[in-house]
Structure formats: C-alpha cells, structure tokens
C-alpha cells in the first residue's frame, strides 16, 4: 500500500516550454502533498505545499507564478514549470500524506528528471 | 526551529561490517523522526520512523535507529552490510503536533558505499 507515481519519470524540453509533472497516489486519499526539487548530490528542498481544493502553500524563495501547483483531487496534483529554463533543470519529486496521518509520514514518488536545453 | 545534521556526507564500509549513520535533531517539542533511502534517480523509500513510542525502533533491510532524547540524537545502524545498502540515507524531522501543514525537514545526506 501507500504507492505513489509521478509522471513522466523523465522530460526533456526546449527553454520558453511549460512542463507539466503528475503526482498520483495510487491506494489512498492524499488530502496533502508536496513538492520537492532537489539537485545533484544534495538534499530535498521543499517548494510547496498542496491540500486538496485548496491554493498551494509555497516556501520562500519559490516563484509561485512559476511552479503553478494544482491539487483538484485527492489523489492527484500537479506541478507545471512556466516558462522553462535550463537553471529549472533538476530532479522534482512529490510526496503525498493520508488525511489520517498522526505521524506525518510521506509518501515519496519516484521522481521526475527535467532537463531545460 | 527544527534542523536536522547529519555528520558524514560519505560513509565506506565493507561488506558484513557494521553500518552507522548519524543524525542529530533540534526541535522545541518531541519530534517524529524518520530515516529514508534513496536509490540513484529514484524516489525516497521509508526505513523507519520514530513516533514516541519504543525508543529502538526497527525498520525494514535490517536497518534500526535508536532514539536517544538526551543526546538528540537518531543514528540509524545495520550488523552487517551488503552490497544492496549502498545508497543515500536522508534523516528528517517533524514537529509533533497535528495540522495540515506539518512539513519533513530532511538532512543533507549520507552517501553510503559498500566495499566488497
């Protein structure tokens, strides 16, 4: 149980593009989820938070007209990168929590690559 | 605010030696604290967790942490390492308290390489 997928696991895009990331969870209701990037050889930094039906919560730092994150169903959201740079090239990654978490474990996807040329 | 350090951005050891991996904590209120693995360009996989109850908690691989309030400390051991160990272990940290928002704040990492 508590599987999540992301899709695509790898997309190449021109610089200007907009790219869409899909977080699913696949055997639970994910009333939260977040997202994450992270660059090679470091840790995950947190960009946002979503619940679901309601707007993102983004970390400072993070362009929210940018990373546009919808979270319209409870076992579905999605991260779109405006406007792709090369410096937007990274490794996204969502988690997503049940309703009922006590502990607030997450649930992590396996990763999307996204290359800007 | 809660952090967490882990000490060793590098960790070599050989094959069936011991595995220690450190992570220290800082938070105002009893965390829950967490290990995960992650395996290149993949996503991150829950070890185990810590949630107030038993202090020594096991995980799965053969993995276990020990939860040590007084020395706010989580090190994450394993008797005998194999050659499917090697990965980078993240330590991370919650606030223990309920609400939507509750965010994972993770470590830098552990590369951990087995030697055969």
């Known amino acids: 149980g508590a599987v999540v997928s992301q899709h695509p696991s790898r997309v190449i895009c021109k610089s200007g593009t907009s790219v869409k990331i899909e977080c699913r969870s696949l055997?639970?209701?994910?009333?939260?989820m977040f997202w994450y990037r992270q660059f090679p050889k470091q840790s995950l930094m947190l960009m946002a938070t979503s619940n679901e039906g309601s707007k993102a919560t983004y970390e400072q730092g993070v362009e929210k007209d940018k990373f546009l994150i919808n979270h319209a169903s409870l076992t579905l959201s999605t991260l779109t990168v405006t406007s792709a740079h090369p410096e937007d090239s990274s490794f996204y990654i969502c988690?997503?929590?049940?309703?009922?978490?006590?502990?607030?474990?997450?649930?992590f996807g396996p990763g999307t690559r996204l290359t800007v040329l | 605010a809660q952090s967490v350090t882990q000490l060793g951005s590098h960790v070599s050891v050989s094959e069936g030696a011991l595995v220690l991996l450190r992570c220290n904590y800082s938070s105002s209120v009893p965390p829950y604290l967490f290990w995960y693995v992650q395996y290149p360009n993949q996503g991150l996989q829950l070890l185990l967790k810590y949630t107030s109850a038993a202090t020594l908690v096991k995980g799965i691989n053969g993995f276990e942490a020990e939860f040590k309030k007084s020395e706010t400390s989580f090190h994450l051991t394993k008797p005998s390492a194999h050659m499917s160990d090697a990965a980078e272990y993240f330590c991370?940290?919650?606030?223990?308290?309920?609400?939507?928002?509750?965010?994972?704040?993770f470590g830098t990492g552990t590369l951990l390489a087995v030697q055969p």
């Open positions: 988690s997503a929590r049940t309703a009922g978490s006590r502990y607030n474990e997450q649930f």
């Open positions: 991370a940290v919650s606030e223990n308290y309920g609400g939507a928002t509750n965010k994972l704040i």
């Open positions: 055997d639970f209701q994910a009333t939260t």
